[in-house]
């Protein structure tokens, strides 16, 4: 499919709605595996968690500001053995220094991974376990 026509429709099917949907979760991905988009203090906890920069896909990530001296960081990480990882995580002004880990949690058990989910076709985690094993074959 192509996937800028689809940016740019109004109304999409649930298959246009999942080629989207997993563009995205590529996308974010590959875009992180290639820059490392996060402060060192972040990668350097996440690595003390387990998660292989390297092998993992990061399918989420955003940057929360609060107009105060800390930010914070949420994402959702996927690893190779296919567990989900919800963070959110506080640093410093100068994205230095951890102030607050507010989550850490194995989500696994909450996402539905699905490849024919009734009315939906492929789910959330069925796209991101999709996402996994495209970049690291690639």
């Not at 563009?23 to 968690?49: G, M, S, W």
């Not at 989550?103 to 024919?116: G, N, P, R």
Request: proline share 1%; glycine share 6%; with cysteine.
């Amino acid at each position: 499919m192509d996937i800028d026509k689809l940016k740019s429709k109004r109304q999409l099917n649930v298959q246009e709605q999942i080629a989207l949907t997993q563009h995205n979760i590529e996308q974010c991905a590959i875009f992180f595996r290639k820059n490392k988009d996060l402060p060192q203090v972040l990668l350097d906890y996440f690595v003390t968690q387990d998660i292989n920069l390297d092998q993992d896909i990061l399918v989420s990530y955003d940057r929360m500001y609060y107009g105060g001296e800390v930010a914070g960081y949420q994402g959702l990480w996927l690893t190779c053995n296919h567990h989900f990882i919800r963070y959110l995580i506080f640093l410093d002004e100068e994205d230095s220094v951890i102030e607050e880990i507010d989550e850490w949690k194995d989500i696994t058990d909450e996402i539905e991974v699905s490849a024919h989910a009734r009315g939906r076709g492929s789910t959330y985690g069925q796209l991101c376990v999709n996402a996994l094993n495209k970049i690291n074959q690639a």
